[in-house]
């Protein structure tokens, strides 16, 4: 494995790990400043604006979100969801003239909440730019396997 | 089917909770409240040509919504007439000059007449033939359109599309007259949403102008924390901030934004005031208006903001913003909400977009508003199932209703008027045998 | 429980849809026809030793097939006397001398008989005894085998087993015969298949000759086409493809097949053409049948082809490729086909690998024909539920039979005349209280 | 709802499989049964200031358990009067000074009085009211402890606690003596542990002494056979060995453990003799105990082994290792049991420590005992919906019974009187219309 | 990471995307021309003569199997299936003798159709020719874990 | 990759083999003799004598288990189940000073008996010691992401 797919090997973990954990503050920090959250609504969506999305926030929207999570009025997060999120089959390719990396993996992202298991299957995609020794998320693309499908509530964040 | 005893269940100013639990009732609203009433199934830009179609259900029914040639359209049976099958999978749609069913391959024309069947010698002696009759896919459902939405009914007896509309004709008209060139066209994707409740508790909902403030509380607060921390967002956070807000907006405003009840168990909730109505106005959207209507027409138009309007019991549409949400029930405690959005034709792309980012914060299922709402009504249900009480109160500001110039009858945002007005209907639908 | 309205739902040339989704007909099914009919349930050589046994259902009921130490089959009840605990869970086999309630250890014979119980002292004075009785597996249940097959029927009275097969006895025969040693044993696995779909789809579907050529063009036209492009093709690739093309033969081809129904609901199609008979004839092993039969009877044996033959309402069974399909009905929308395969003692073994190979391309879940029959299963299956029709017709070929030489009625290959007798059969079974 | 059949069901010596199997019966169960008699909701200890609260069941119906200002407590309904919605998911707890619906913001006092709702004068000629009555929490559930431990019953009318708990008060006492410090609290976790089964298996499961030395072979000879192969067991390892022996015990130890069978379908085994009186008693709690004790009132409180003691049809307690199981029904065939755990107030660590090992051991869902009997539950469920047979035996030691002197029906261990007490209650229960 | 583990585990990632993403005619070049696609129908199945299979595929099967998939006309197919795939626990073991490479994981398979998930665990066990640098397939075998349960449709490609 | 990360994932890649083939005594012998194999019953505890486990096991009380599934009288284990394991997310840290290892991986054990599918999720963590140029097991913790929810039967070792 080559220092480049260690690397982002781990920083994925990382990623994973404090979602996981819930350490959604340090997540946010992860992100470049005008960096994307994106889930889109149809598979292999082009358009963020021409066509609605599951979820697309900037940086301030991404903070809305983790603070609506702490807020204890918030009724569908009183069940407490809880996340593990396995990754694997990770293609990486370098793109030398912007100087990102794009990085897929496939990603199931398991959902425990009110006595209940979900399972979230995607291709994620994640566009990060080396940042201090690390990379920051410039943008993170989750193609769910079934995003235009009749869906519940997506609580987590994937 | 036995019949319910309705008046010991819909009373005037509340409703037992077994209309929401019951599933025999839920049965019995399929074949009474959903295949007597007009259903929402599309608009017109879904199918533009001959031989376009789509498959999808009128409450539990599977029905091919199909263009014909000579521009009208059918709702056939979505099963053939031979063994049964189900023609289409429900949600197929694409062109074509027939239907064949993939089980033995009759072969079915656009207006559903049975045209051919391999091997018909066969049938020699026996009742099969083509054509329409016994073995077509008519079953006489009556399919009408208002201004490019498309309503289909599977009962052949009953009012006109435009006379079941009644008042609320006038906010479909809205809807339509907001495009500058007149005319909508469904653009930007669909949100399906599923939630394991009755579908009575969505359509109620969005009429309730007592929930925003307290449900959406998760969200707006933030949203106005954010707002203050940060002066200079961009165009796009703050459109977006701008969307959330109102969520919030005082008691006063929403009960001055008002509401309306119409026959058939129509209602609407906004007018003049709603919680689209302080968003800003896109002034190359603005010029396209004046120049397609003139100022004070233009003006007229974009005044009226009926925020959500309820055309029972398939739809809610909401004109401010062109979008339409449609009731799928699937069982007594599970409903499907689907979200489709239109493009005003005529308008700039930015207004779409806005509409389409309304729509991702709001509607979807990774939103930051629908999932409150969704575990609002996935605890009714389950608070219903409780016996502690029998009661579900809709005593909201009695007798505050007055006739309005349409036809109906209006009262303060926050009534129960327009819950009071879909149970009648519910009731008429029910009691007809 | 309360009865159908049989004449109802049964007529000469249709059927109602109720018959495949209405659960109370379902329970009713299990009650009357699954009680009443022989039911196969395996083959001698899964318990050639005494004690051998196999944990399996006579339609929901949970039963024990058990060798006897005098060589007979017993179909014990999977269920213990005292607390009524499930003995052994269903798909269980093994040898054992006797069965032990692993609850609290009761222990049976064989037989069924109760042989023991611990600390019996605490039963002074109850009714609890040893023996058959009131504490016995034995349920009174009938086992009666036909050259190597065994079927059992829950119900006490009835016609044997001889008399119930008919005109198809020599169907079985076929099978059979078709070993130059004149037996076959079980081999080569078992395939079990889930779908979500009425039992009677799957067994009325395989008497359907008007489907193969509309169901399975997906596999038979890319068949077609690569024959055409690969003169030169492997031998197992050519032979796969010999085996895939039948499926779209000719109407005529299937007309000339023909088709016989015969009393108790049982039919089948083929007879000395079939989708089987054209298949290549293994050198090794015509010897061995010339060897063990004499050319003629070889000859004779070999030339009868009937591709699908139905017991109803358990079992299709396809002598040209050695194998039986099994009917688990499970809900009224869910059924399960056990396909079982068979060696033919004395055949070479690539015959049996022809005839796996066969079952691998079209009886896996994972192949590439019965996919395509299961979404029809489930498609009739949700198509019936609409209203649009109460219907499914059965009405092809009338009046065009004849009786045969063994008691059967014969009709042209793709007439309903089989459907029809089955549901003949179905009503008696479900009149009789 | 119709009334079935009970003296069908229910006989002196066996009962009909309906019973475990009828959803109808469910049904009834949860409206008679569970409505009607104490069921046990948790202990003082988990709600010790006012405002504490948690959601649960009775039966099922959600409630709230709420320490009021007043030290008493209440059971309200978790259910807003207002539309329905449920006010707490069930199982969240918390300290609150009001209950607010967060649907449109009613709020209601830890009485359950509704102390507000927002926008009041839209009720204005509505019969929507502050403070109880229509529009509070308060249903009239009684609630009663008993030495910490808590019972609440739905229907107004009915024995005292005290009354109904009958000759086994004693051995809540002993639960509750056995703490140097005179009183209990929980501690150490929870365990939930759902299976696909009828209540009413674990329950009569844990009276029934015919089945360990059976069922629980599978991890008592595995331990035998270790025992005996390291001589130098750690201390912590000799323990778990220690108290998993005691399953495979004698046939005469079990029976000479003895049972009882008392009003309103309590019973019990063990007494002197259990399957825990063979336990090595921890140093320093000796101490602790005749400290506060005494030593012949020591004594005496540790002679007392029962071993599993049941109030039915909610709990079963396990004093010698101060542990309560509880009953949740979920459907016909569908059970949650918890497990509550306690620490003895003034005793070591090190008990807890070993009750808790105990717990881990047997009671968890990947233990190595408890997994075996939901099997069984599991296997009596499938065995008793064959038709095979009708009857479970409740024959075990019939007249074989004598008046204690606490007002019970003593038998010998292995009994089914403590059956025959059950159903005996549950017919009653189930018949008071 | 050895070269080789890196080299497999980039080549069966590239493989499930692939898959993933349809492209079934380029997956059919992954193979030898005798390479074997094969699911058996029984644990630990070592005959695929003598015993049925859940698939058992020649190139020329295998090319069916995805011309059948293009096919408008295949019923069960008209719901579009699409998947999502994770791989891990990779082992490796190399046998010189036949200069094979055989490369075994636990997959899981996430199939999405007609509204509804369905998830395919295996231990699947490559057998792989060095070729160019990368690896043809000589043997797939895909060892479900319920590969003699009572199983539904299995429609995708594992 | 370092040579540490690829070490454990090896190690670790090697116990799920195991496991999945229920090979259990050389499970067994993966572990120091006072390791303990312990699922806690609430997210995050931290005492194993404080509060009950789902699992808390020595040496002796694993062999108990690994005899116990050896054994033809459990009721339970009459259905055989199997499992397939998925392994991702590895997070490593050394700590010198005791020289172990402690790796913490999300795992996702599916589980088949009874013709039906379970899904077990957990971050799992391993304290592990070099021993003969491998490791051994001090504690394999498996913190189930619904470890305090309304389980059935977990019949397998996860
Ligand atoms: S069911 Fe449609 S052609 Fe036969
Ligand atoms: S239930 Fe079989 S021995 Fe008791
Ligand atoms: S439902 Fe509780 S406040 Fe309205
Ligand atoms: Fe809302
Ligand atoms: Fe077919
Ligand atoms: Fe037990």
């Not at chain 2, 605890?379 to 500001?397: E, F, I, N, P, T």
Request: net charge negative.
């Amino acid at each position: 494995m080559s220092t480049l797919e260690s690397a982002v090997t781990r920083f994925l973990a990382h990623e994973a790990d404090l979602l996981d954990r819930q350490a959604l503050e340090e997540w946010l920090a992860l992100f470049d400043p005008d960096g994307l959250y994106w889930i889109p609504a149809a598979p292999g969506q082009t358009d963020p604006h021409g066509h609605v999305s599951l979820a697309y926030e900037s940086h301030i929207l991404r903070t809305l979100r983790v603070r609506r999570w702490r807020n204890a009025a918030a009724l569908s997060l009183q069940q407490a969801p809880r996340t593990v999120r396995h990754l694997s089959n990770l293609l990486i390719t370098e793109t030398p003239e912007d100087e990102t990396v794009r990085a897929t993996a496939s990603v199931l992202v398991a959902e425990y909440a009110r006595e209940a298991l979900q399972h979230y299957h995607s291709r994620t995609t994640w566009t990060l730019r080396p940042r201090d020794g690390r990379f920051s998320i410039a943008l993170k693309r989750v193609d769910l396997i079934n995003c235009d499908g009749a869906l519940s509530d997506i609580l987590v964040v994937l | 089917m036995r019949d319910p005893d309705l008046e010991e269940l819909i009373l005037p100013d509340r409703v037992h909770r077994r209309v929401y639990t019951d599933p025999h009732l839920f049965t019995l609203e399929m074949e009474r409240v959903f295949r007597r009433a007009w259903l929402y199934v599309g608009h017109d830009s879904q199918i533009p040509e001959p031989g376009d179609y789509f498959a999808t259900r009128l409450g539990s029914e599977p029905v091919l919504i199909v263009r014909q040639r000579d521009g009208g359209v059918r709702a056939l049976a979505n099963r053939c007439r031979h063994k049964g099958m189900q023609i289409a999978p429900d949600g197929a749609r694409g062109r074509t000059s027939s239907f064949r069913c993939g089980y033995h391959g009759w072969l079915y024309g656009l207006d559903g007449a049975l045209r051919a069947f391999p091997a018909a010698a066969g049938y020699k002696g026996a009742p099969v033939r083509a054509g329409h009759g016994d073995f077509g896919l008519d079953q006489g459902a009556r399919v009408e359109a208002y201004r490019g939405f498309l309503f289909a009914r599977l009962h052949k007896e009953g009012p006109s599309l435009a006379h079941w509309l009644g008042p609320l004709r006038s906010s479909l008209d809205n809807f339509v007259d907001r495009a500058p060139a007149g005319a909508v066209e469904v653009a930007g994707g669909v949100f399906r949403y599923r939630h394991k409740a009755n579908w009575k508790f969505f359509v109620e909902n969005t009429l309730d102008l007592l929930h925003p403030m307290v449900v959406h509380q998760s969200a707006t607060r933030p949203a106005a924390a954010l707002n203050a921390e940060h002066p200079d967002l961009s165009e796009a956070d703050a459109r977006a901030i701008a969307m959330l807000l109102p969520f919030e907006a005082s008691y006063d405003f929403f009960e001055d934004m008002g509401q309306r009840g119409a026959p058939f168990g129509h209602g609407e909730v906004g007018n003049r005031l709603s919680m689209h109505s302080g968003y800003d106005l896109d002034k190359e959207y603005w010029a396209s208006m004046v120049e397609a209507y003139g100022q004070d027409r233009a003006k007229e138009i974009l005044a009226v903001s009926r925020s959500n309007s309820v055309l029972y019991p398939s739809i809610m549409f909401k004109a401010p913003v062109s979008l339409v949400r449609v009731v799928k029930p699937v069982a007594v405690d599970e409903t499907v909400i689907e979200t489709w959005h239109f493009r005003l034709k005529g308008a700039p792309d930015a207004l779409l977009a806005r509409n389409l980012h309304y729509s991702t914060l709001v509607n979807s299922c990774a939103g930051l508003v629908g999932p409150d709402d969704h575990e609002a009504y996935q605890r009714l249900q389950s608070g219903l199932a409780a016996q502690a009480s029998d009661w579900v109160w809709l005593a909201r500001h009695p007798g505050k209703e007055a006739p309005d110039a349409e036809g109906a009858r209006a009262g303060p945002g926050s009534s129960d008027l327009v819950h009071r007005t879909m149970f009648a209907a519910w009731r008429d639908y029910m009691e007809a045998a």
